[in-house]
């Protein structure tokens, strides 16, 4: 079984013994604890459970300066076959899983405490609009009105944990709920116990990674889970939140977020990820979509029981009516007579065959277009003569329609500029081996001309007759979904105009007119640089063709893993900064609307953080109410997998939008930004000092964290290596961040900047 790897369990305080915590969280902590126990115990024996007590009461007394207690428990782990340390690792995990769950319920209870209270919870709506307590009342409703907040699920493989378990950890949280709940009886809080240790059980039995590697559309689906278990529900209650605290009418179904995706979407160098995927990740988006808006429907028709004499004569909807029994014959036959005393719930019945119809299109009408739903569902909320029915579920849902639609969340194309820029020139005479100048001659010309279509590549390689297939493929799923489904290319590592040129110009000779281009400026070069690359394209004949059709307006990704591989956190945090403040100034200059879309992770190596401190950390004058952000691989599930912690992470980031747009910071200037040129630079000198110029970090990297052993992990989709070459150039940055984290070190959070300091 296992081997003796601490101190005797007599030395620790066993699980669930002696008084009871009065701390909620102390006591959820510990019951959970307890029910693992009974589960380890039952499955493999009390030896290994005994064994992580003990693990507990050996790391208490080297916090309390025992040294011999380090001695001892390295000794153990060192005296251990692999065979006898997986269950034992397996079971601390899974204790560290429970605690991460115990305090998630932690959060929405401090919430809730918070509620009511005069400047609410920090980083709250309550708390921005009692900051904004002076302003003028109409100019903030107003500005709350206009939010355009976007938050983009990616697959980046930093989320080790299965779906599986996920699900697991979700049905514990909700069964804790009911366990620590006094108003029920002693009988439905055991049962809740029982549904517990049910569960602990299953999750010990489940593999903790995968036997096969991730599919794409595995996670797709994965992306997926979050908008059906949380977020569809999540949003109605955030939009009645902004209108509760920051004024706005509480009948107004706009809401201030949207979101995206890049899950099926993200090809950089991610080979997995074929033009063929495109189509199905968009239908996947749309049967989820539909499907969540049919339920909601068919639950309000089900309460929806007020009889024809109770509510006001309205010729519209019995004009709706006599059209919705006429185009649905079948529908009509099947409900009878029996509904036409209560026409609100016929009326939802109609629209819930509707969507039925719109999901698995037949014989009969569906719905064009979520603004036609969206049109029967207002003739229902004029109708209920009631406002507090009609400010109810009727108007949830309506924001649902708003948020949602019928593509769920907006699908990003993401493909570097290295492909593009070889399947432009294969099909382009000249623009090979060409300067950059002609380079962009060729390609506005090429734009411009009403041949823009023609070219075809001679001798195509694979990877040319690849990038070809994306853009025929974005083309169709252009036509067949919309361009509220699919309207993004990201063009990543961009260092000059013509690479957004090539993108532009291969989008519109694919038919793939409705694809808007989103320069992604990974590096701190490519960041320098970028005031004079989005120069050349603001003055660019064609490309502002190409802004007009988009009413000026103009996505900039900021790429913050990328940059501070390249440069050290210090140096790329201070070069974003600087980049923004240029790029917001030449936009205006320009009559450009920017929008940054901010490529942040959730380490702060990969610009993570506090997300309401680093949107109000932005230069002046650069949010402006709109803002596009990632939400990256296990940060997803950290604030997407509880409804009252999604509302928390949810209204963090719209306040943080809302002050930074009604109340921004002040300029840096003067000394503050020479020091901190100079700090850059020290530290980025320092930084590539060490990881890459000497020729010894790379095995050292190896050695000092599981890179490897990351890379054969079956957590994601996409190759840990840029093109195949295996130095730290072309490793990519988020197994790079992931590698350290693994060892708490997490070098690329501040290495370079104690330097940088010091010589200050």
Known sequence: MVERLTSSPADAAPSGSGPAAEDPLDRETELLS?????????????????????????????????EEAA??????LRQSSDAAL??????????????????????????????????????????????????????????????EVELVLTAHPTEARRRSILNHQRHI????????????????REEARGQIRETLALWWQTDAVRRLRLRVEDEVQNVLFFFEAVLFDAVPALCA??????????????????????AGGDMDGNPAVDPDGFLPTLEAHRRLALRLLRDRVSALALSYSQGADHLPAGLPLLTSLERDAHELPRAAGAMGSRLRAEPLRLKLNFVEWRLANTLEPGDDPGYGSPQELAADLELVRASTGSSDV?????????????????????????????????????LLPGLAGADEETRQRLLTEALLSSEAGAGEASEAGDEVERVLQTFEALARAGVRFGPEALDTLVVSMVERASDVLCALWLAQRSGATHLRVTPLLETVDDLDRAEGTLEALYANPAYREHLDARSGAQDLMLGYSDSAKDASFLASQWALYRAQEKLAAQAETHGVTLRFFHGRGGSPSRGGGLSHAAILAQPPDTVHGRIRITVQGETISARYSDRQLALRSL????????????????????????????????????????????????????????????????????????????????????????????????????????????EG
């Not at 001695?71 to 153990?76: T, V």
């Not at 920090?122 to 409703?141: N, T």
């Not at 930084?687 to 190896?702: G, K």
């Open 34 to 66: 307890e029910l693992l126990g009974e589960v380890v115990e039952e499955q493999e024996g009390a030896e290994l459970w005994d064994a992580v007590r003990g693990l507990h009461a050996d790391a208490a007394a080297i916090r309390a300066g025992d």
């Open 71 to 76: 001695e001892r428990l390295i000794a153990g």
């Open 86 to 147: 997986a269950p034992f690792i397996r079971a601390c995990a899974m204790q560290l899983a429970l605690a991460n769950i115990a305090e998630g319920r932690e959060r929405v209870r401090e919430r809730r405490r918070y509620d009511g209270e005069v400047g609410g919870q920090r980083e709250s709506l309550a708390e921005a609009a009692h900051s904004l307590r002076d302003e003028d009342p109409r100019r903030v409703a107003a500005l709350a009105s206009e939010l």
């Open 173 to 188: 949280a909700a069964a804790l709920e009911i366990v620590q709940d006094d108003r029920l009886s002693a009988s439905e």
């Open 241 to 262: 939140e902004v209108a509760r605290r920051l004024g706005g009418d509480p009948a107004a179904v706009a809401t201030p977020v949207r979101f995206g995706s890049w």
């Open 390 to 426: 009609s400010n109810g579920a009727i108007t949830a849902l309506l924001r649902q329609v708003a948020c949602f639609g019928f593509h769920l969340a907006r699908l990003d194309a993401r493909q570097s500029a290295g492909p593009l820029r070889d399947a432009a020139a294969a």
């Open 651 to 758: 209204e963090q980031t719209v306040a943080a939008v809302m002050l930074g747009t009604a109340s921004p910071p002040a300029r840096a200037e003067g000394a503050f930004r020479e020091e901190m040129e100079a700090i850059a630079g020290r530290s980025r000198a320092a930084y590539h000092a060490l990881v890459n110029a000497d020729e010894d970090f790379m095995p050292f990297l190896t050695q000092i964290t599981p890179l490897n052993e990351l890379a054969g992990l079956n957590i994601g989709s996409r190759p840990a290596y840029r093109g195949g070459a295996q130095d730290i150039e072309g490793l990519r940055a988020i197994p790079w961040v992931f590698a350290w984290t693994q060892n708490r070190l997490v070098l690329p959070s501040w290495y370079g900047a104690g330097v940088a300091l010091a």
